[in-house]
């Protein structure tokens, strides 16, 4: 068994050492960034995430509409992609002020968008230029927002570090593990090159950075709250994952594109944060009460 891994290890090494050599590049320039960002909080990091939901958005709308078919393509993009633009401006701007406001704002998103559908004659019509926008609201807006709210509360810096790099850590430990061993195939009708080593390797690693980073930061959860919040980080990750794995199979598209040099796109690298940041801000107020 021993000799069989470390032969996996010594073939897999050669074709896939400048896609992590990339991957390795960007993590030393962007983590950098995002530590920052998250520090500052305020305005700089809500127009940071606004910037990489809006960039995230456009990959996510060219890929469900499509190139050759859907609605008018302005500047290279389907026109609905700028009113989704509008939206996750719109959606993170409400939550730097607050969870009713931005309640309000993904409510009034979600009717405008309806509206702007409903002015095509045909129902199918209508319904096909809707569904694809709604989805990116739903995806990105209602998830996405998250990143904002999580980092206003009392110990937001704190806990915005826990979640976006415990969701960072399980990736990376999922990549790397099934990279190197992974055999059986998690859903190869969602993602073929998605293991079970890899993610039981990202759960338990995961998990245990997750750890780690609560230490790190001072949170200092108690071991209860932390033995129960780290698997279930690690595994919100994990279906992160497969969710836009879904979106991007059913888009016919392999990666989101290719703006973050070894990761993919912005979309790609938001996957697993997505649903992390949502579930450790509902903890929060739920414990907090």
Same mark, same amino acid.
């Given at each position: ?12 090494? &050669? ?16 983590? &950098? ?85 409903? /002015? ?11 569904? &694809? ?18 980092? /206003?509360?009392?110990?937001? /810096? ?6 976006? %790099?415990?969701? %960072? ?25 998605k293991t079970w080593e890899g993610t039981l390797g990202g759960l338990g690693l995961g998990s245990l950075v997750i750890v780690f980073i609560n230490w790190a930061t001072g949170l ?70």
């Amino acid at each position: 068994m021993r000799a069989t891994i470390l032969t996996r290890l010594r073939t897999a090494a &050669p074709a896939r050492g400048d896609a992590l050599l990339a991957r390795v590049l960007s993590a030393l320039v962007g983590v &950098p960034v995002i530590l920052g960002l998250i520090h500052l909080g305020g305005v700089a990091y809500a127009l940071a995430a606004a910037a990489v939901l809006c960039a995230a958005s456009l990959e996510l709308t060219g890929a469900l509409y499509g190139s050759g078919r859907g609605p008018l393509r302005v500047w290279g993009q389907p026109a609905p992609a700028y009113l989704a633009l509008a939206i996750m401006g719109l959606l993170t701007a409400a939550a730097h002020h607050g969870a009713d406001r931005w309640a309000g704002a993904l409510t009034l998103s979600v009717a405008l968008s309806l509206l702007w559908a409903l /002015r095509r004659p045909r129902p199918v019509e209508a319904l096909s230029l809707w569904l &694809p926008l709604v989805a990116t609201v739903a995806y990105l807006g209602l998830l996405g927002g998250h990143l904002v709210l999580l980092r /206003r509360l009392p110990d937001g /810096r704190e806990l915005t570090l826990l979640a976006v %790099f415990g969701a %960072f850590a399980v990736d990376t430990a999922a990549y790397m593990v099934g990279r190197t061993v992974g055999r059986r195939k998690l859903a190869p009708h969602l993602s073929p090159g998605k293991t079970w080593e890899g993610t039981l390797g990202g759960l338990g690693l995961g998990s245990l950075v997750i750890v780690f980073i609560n230490w790190a930061t001072g949170l200092r959860l108690s071991t209860g709250e932390i033995a129960v919040l780290a698997p279930l980080m690690a595994m919100a990750a994990t279906l992160g994952d497969l969710c836009e794995s879904f979106l991007k199979r059913g888009a016919g598209v392999k990666d989101a594109s290719t703006a973050i040099p070894g990761h993919g796109g912005f979309l790609d690298r938001l996957d697993s944060v997505l649903f992390v940041v949502p579930l450790v801000y509902y903890w929060r107020l739920l414990v907090s009460g």
